[in-house]
């Protein structure tokens, strides 16, 4: 293993564990709450920057299949009994992999063209699963609502088995996007985002390769959709598709790094409790848009990059001056770049 | 058979407020790449202002389309100097986020002002209908598709004969050309893009009167407007209006038939012209070959 | 001599400009053919076509003799033709390696393989010692200067083992030591025996290299032969004269 991969190994542990201690450290119920919603989208982060950030394709729809994992739950479970209260959280896993199955053919659909027209036909999609939400009333209580049974948890620790729930699906989509990133596979990703022309002129199968990654993206979405749905217990189109938690995705993406693996962990870590608490305080009123364009604007003028190739690059430049200073003047002709 | 003259006649009617809604998003795309994901809270915005002109100062939203036009350009091309023209790199992906940003902005800025309860400019004719070989036409909708149609037509005639609308043309159809002619492709931007606001908003006064709006509305509006210039081709004006006619047409008749359903028919030609014509009907492919 | 690469009757307009008008030649396999017209006149239009980067009007290519019915340019490259773009396209967030590894094709094990395997590492490493930038390796390409990044793309092409290249103006826009390296590159590839299409302005390289040249003028062939016979061609002078 190279220092590279300790030091992350080390980091990723660390993260996790301190992840995993808090619910057992903090036990009211607005924290819990909160930092569910932070690692919920931290998951949904990591998953868009699969195709959003590695790939570069700016995907509008994902959300859609976040309704579609909410109400693929809560569906089943009319049906099902909930037993001991964690079945559903298995059921995700079928639930999942039976997503991402289903946005292929999709994929392949959208999938035929690139850049905004992509983003343009991508939102489309998301109208769609609204329309078909708010329709068939027959399956998903249209405006009214589909409700699930109460999780029979205790009361105390009602958010506990939910937190620790959406954090092995964080665990699952980060080594995801880890492994990705170290593989031939990223590498392809990367390539089709820098041009993908040149790079299908290098025998790289680039359906192929957007279609994984976009799958992958709905999959996990999917999954987080459904624990959400389980967590809430009360689904509503107007809140399991909405637009704005879509924008609110790509938004924590780029504020963190886009592209990078754990830009988006850090982006939804900050601004999921804030929206949180703008939500609160604000009461999804009109100040809250405004304070949320606000915010959006902010992040794309003062931080298009995200902190984490901010930071990055910051580190790397101290640490080459600090070398060169270390090793005396430089040969004429070398260059800093 | 019946019905379905009428719904055609219907979506005629709509497909040319539409058509004006949507011609200005593809102006500026052609112009600049940039894909304006406000346009349609800016339509949402033209019909506020028509609302508070008919309610407040009882000027009739027909007469209020001049002075809502030139406000509303004068907003776009503030929008465009603060918030596009700084947009550098990665330009047509950074502006799809931006514009939302102030779209929701927009929406915030309505639903502070006027409340998120539905609208609506109920003029003295709002209701009024007249018959035309056994059709029931609405006084409203066959106005608001006559001045549409009058001001696409101007529009047209700016594009052709004057001297801005040669600009235009040429930064639409090669910026670096343009420039080495000595065209100021950012004041063009500019232009172009205050011309488009003011299209979505001139529609939008017309738009009050046929339907109720509040600041929320203009989701609907987006996915339809989105829809007609994939139909049409990104960039293509010609191909947005013609697009919005089609689409009129087919979403009236869905009306008809299935009502709920109305708003998908726009997402089903999404899906043909992405299985049969990836680059709309007057686009062109999107090749990078050199 | 069999042909490697056939074109015949291939057509391509935009709108009103025929770019490509009816061409028909062959490229005998292991020559190196130079491809030569004024500008605008369509070779790089043509090289698209060939390579499926844009769909012809009309004609047919053959590749060994074999009807390639709708040329695609993943499957073309995995059939071993390469090409290069007029203006040098590599991937400037990737570092010299991995615009190199991403060349050598991968099969499904792409999803778990790491992004450079050893094997690869090993003719990465060799590819980098013959073009001379194994110091750059792990920059990003992003930092090398035009002419390093036409040699890391013309070294890219290489990786799949292509049997076919087509170099487009590879010369075009780099010093004068770096067009000898490039030529001197472009006569080794040859010399393995990999059939070479060039597209090139300057005359005297072409006349060096070249054993057969092509001259399109306006989108249509206008002469084929040796290159001193061709550069006496009246047509040909026309061509470039009234251009
Ligand atoms: N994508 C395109 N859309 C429209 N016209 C094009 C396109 N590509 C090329 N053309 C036109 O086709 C003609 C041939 O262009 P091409 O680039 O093939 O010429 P070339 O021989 O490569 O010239 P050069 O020596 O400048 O590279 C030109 O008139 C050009 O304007
Ligand atoms: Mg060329």
């Known amino acids: 293993m190279s220092r590279a991969t300790k030091a992350g190994a080390i980091r990723a542990i660390l993260v996790f564990a301190l992840l995993l201690a808090l619910p057992f450290v903090f036990t009211d119920h607005w924290i819990v709450n909160i930092a569910f919603f932070g690692l919920m989208f931290a998951v949904l982060a990591v998953a868009w920057n699969l195709i959003g950030g590695y790939a570069g394709y700016i995907w509008l729809g994902s959300i859609a299949f976040f309704g579609l994992g909410a109400y693929a739950l809560a569906i089943t479970f009319q049906h099902v009994p909930l037993t001991s209260g964690y079945l559903p959280f298995f059921a995700l896993i079928p639930i999942g992999i039976a997503i991402g199955i289903v946005s292929i053919p999709l994929a392949l659909l959208l999938l035929r063209v690139r850049a905004a027209t992509f983003a343009v036909v991508s939102l489309a999609v998301l109208f769609v699963a609204e329309i078909f939400a708010f329709n068939l009333d027959g399956l998903t209580g249209g405006p009214q609502g589909l409700g699930m049974a109460l999780p029979p948890f205790v009361v105390t620790t009602f958010e506990r088995p939910f937190y620790l729930a959406m954090l092995v699906l964080l665990a699952a989509v980060m080594f995801c996007s880890w492994y990705l990133a170290k593989s031939k596979f990223g590498l392809m990703l990367f390539a089709i985002k820098g041009d993908e022309d040149r790079a299908r002129g290098l025998g790289v199968r680039t359906t192929t390769v957007k279609v994984i990654a976009f799958a992958l993206c709905c999959g996990f979405t999917g999954m987080a959709g459904g624990l959400w749905a389980y967590y809430i217990t009360w689904i509503y189109p107007q809140f399991a598709m909405d637009p704005n938690t879509m924008f609110a995705i790509i938004l924590m993406t780029y504020l963190g790094g886009k592209g990078t693996l754990w830009g988006p962990v850090l982006g939804a870590f900050l601004l999921a409790p804030a929206k949180e608490y703008f939500a609160y305080t604000l009461g999804g009123s009109a100040f809250y848009l405004i304070a949320y364009a606000a915010l959006f604007l902010l992040v794309m003028f003062f931080l298009p990059r995200g902190v984490v190739p901010t930071v990055a690059d910051f580190l790397a430049r101290h640490r080459r001056r600090a070398a060169v200073l270390a090793s005396g003047p430089r040969p004429a002709g070398e260059q800093v770049a | ?290 | 001599m069999t042909a490697m690469l056939e074109v015949r009757g291939v057509t391509k307009s935009f709108g009103g400009v025929v770019a490509v008008d009816h061409c028909t030649f062959s490229v005998a396999a292991g020559s190196l053919t130079g491809l030569i017209g004024p500008n605008g006149s369509g070779k790089t239009t043509l090289f698209n076509v060939i390579t499926g980067y844009l769909p012809s009007d009309s004609g047919e290519i053959r590749l060994d003799g074999r009807l390639i019915r709708k040329p695609d340019p993943t499957w073309l490259y995995r059939q071993g033709v390469a090409r290069t773009f007029q203006n040098a396209r590599i991937f400037p967030e990737l570092t010299l390696r991995e615009n190199l590894a991403l060349a050598i094709p991968a099969g499904w094990r792409m999803l778990l393989n790491i992004a450079i395997s050893r094997a690869d590492r090993e003719r990465i490493d060799e590819a980098l010692e013959i073009f001379g930038l194994s110091p750059l390796a792990d920059h990003r390409a992003g930092e090398l200067s035009y002419g390093q990044s036409r040699l890391l793309e013309f070294a890219t092409t290489l990786m799949g083992r292509p049997r076919l290249v087509l170099l487009d103006e590879p010369t075009a826009g780099v010093n004068p030591i770096m067009i000898e390296i490039l030529e001197n590159h472009i006569r080794r590839l040859h010399e393995t025996g990999v059939t070479v299409l060039l597209v090139e302005h300057r005359l005297e390289i072409l006349m060096r290299l070249c054993e057969t040249v092509i001259v399109l003028d306006q989108g249509a062939l206008i002469a084929e032969g040796p290159p001193e016979r061709v550069r006496r061609d009246p047509k040909v002078l026309d061509a470039y004269l009234g251009a």
């Open chain 2, 1 to 290: 058979m019946h019905l379905l003259i009428y719904g055609c006649i219907l979506g005629i009617l709509l497909g040319g407020v539409y058509g004006l809604m949507a011609s200005g998003l593809a102006l500026v795309w052609g112009i600049m790449r940039v894909l304006n994901i406000a346009q349609a809270v800016c339509v949402i915005l033209g019909s506020y202002l028509a609302f508070t002109a008919f309610t407040v100062l009882h000027v009739d939203p027909m007469l209020a389309v001049l002075p809502i036009s030139v406000v509303m350009f004068v907003f776009g091309v503030g929008i465009y100097y603060a918030f596009l023209r700084p947009i550098r790199r990665d330009r047509e992906s950074l502006s799809i986020l931006v514009t939302y940003a102030i779209a929701i902005g927009i929406e915030g800025a309505l639903g502070l002002i006027y409340t998120t309860s539905l609208q609506h400019t109920g003029t003295s004719y709002a209701t009024q209908s007249f018959e035309v070989g056994g059709f029931q036409i609405p006084t409203v909708e066959l106005y608001a598709f006559l001045i549409s149609v009058a001001i696409l037509g101007l529009l047209a005639l700016m594009l052709q004969r004057t001297r801005l609308g040669r600009a235009l043309r040429a930064a639409t159809q090669n910026p670096t050309a343009a420039r080495l002619l000595g065209v100021d492709i950012d004041r063009v931007s500019a232009v172009g893009f205050g011309i488009g606001i003011s299209t979505a908003a001139a529609a939008g006064a017309v738009y009050g009167m046929i339907y109720s709006f509040n600041p929320n509305s203009h989701y609907d509006l987006i996915g339809i407007l989105l829809a007609i210039v994939v139909l049409g081709g990104f960039g293509s004006m010609r191909g947005a209006i013609v697009a919005a006619l089609i689409l009129g047409v087919i979403a009236s008749v869905v009306f008809i038939y299935w009502p709920l359903w109305a708003n998908l028919s726009f997402f089903g030609v999404v899906v043909v012209v992405l299985l049969f014509r990836p680059q709309g009907l007057w686009g062109v492919p999107n090749w990078a070959t050199q």
